[in-house]
């Protein structure tokens, strides 16, 4: 139980381009989800906290208008890299907190974006 | 604010060797404790985490790990390793209040040779 998947799992683009990655909760509800940046050979860093029908925490540094989040529902949150740029290059992880469950993360594999 | 300090970038040892990951943490309020697993491009699978109760945790794949208050520290151990258990550790902490964020360590990649 507490799959977490993400789409796609890599994906290459132009500079100038959006890309749209998801993260979804396959069996279990989820109203809050994280997103995380990794740099090669680096920790995860937050960017942002995405809840459930409402607005996404973003963390320090991390821009809004660039890095959009929706949470749409308990299962599927979106995280849009708008105008990609080469250094938004990275590996970008989501987890989703089970509703009702306060101290475990479940990871999704993660998502691969080069942009060219 | 909370942080984990994760002081080796890479731990070498070989099959079948006992090994400890080290990991402390600083926080002005209690939190909870956590070992994660990353393979190469993959996501973060949950090895063991401490939330209270007995100080000595054990998780998957053989591995466990002990909080230790006084030290602040939440080392990770295995008594024997495999060559499978190459991989990059990340230690974490979480507030013990409803925000749920994880801060993580820099990470230690264990590298098992045969």
């Known amino acids: 139980g507490a799959v977490v998947s993400q789409h796609p799992s890599r994906v290459i683009c132009k500079s100038g381009t959006s890309v749209k990655i998801e993260c979804r909760s396959l069996?279990?509800?989820?109203?809050?989800m994280f997103w995380y940046r990794q740099f090669p050979k680096k920790s995860l860093m937050l960017m942002a906290t995405s809840n459930e029908g409402s607005k996404a925490t973003y963390e320090q540094g991390v821009e809004k208008d660039k890095f959009l989040i929706n949470h749409a529902s308990l299962t599927l949150s979106t995280l849009t890299v708008t105008s990609a740029h080469p250094e938004d290059s990275s590996f970008y992880i989501c987890?989703?907190?089970?509703?009702?469950?306060?101290?475990?993360?479940?990871f999704g594999p993660g998502t691969r974006l080069t942009v060219l | 604010a909370q942080s984990v300090t994760q002081l080796d970038s890479q731990v070498p040892v070989f099959e079948e060797a006992p090994v400890e990951l080290r990991c402390n943490y600083s926080s002005s309020v209690s939190v909870y404790l956590f070992w994660y697993v990353q393979y190469p491009n993959q996501g973060l699978q949950l090895l063991l985490k401490?939330?209270?109760?007995?100080?000595l945790v054990k998780g998957i794949n053989g591995f466990e790990a002990e909080f230790n208050k006084s030290q602040t520290s939440f080392h990770l151990r295995k008594p024997s390793v495999h060559i499978s258990d190459t991989a990059e550790y990340f230690c974490?902490?979480?507030?013990?209040?409803?925000?749920?964020?994880?801060?993580f360590g820099s990470g230690t990649r264990l590298l098992v040779r045969p």
């Open positions: 974490a902490v979480s507030r013990m209040d409803s925000s749920y964020k994880l801060i």
């Open positions: 987890s989703a907190i089970p509703s009702g469950v306060y101290n475990e993360q479940f």
């Open positions: 069996d279990f509800q989820a109203t809050t």
């Open positions: 401490y939330l209270s109760g007995s100080t």
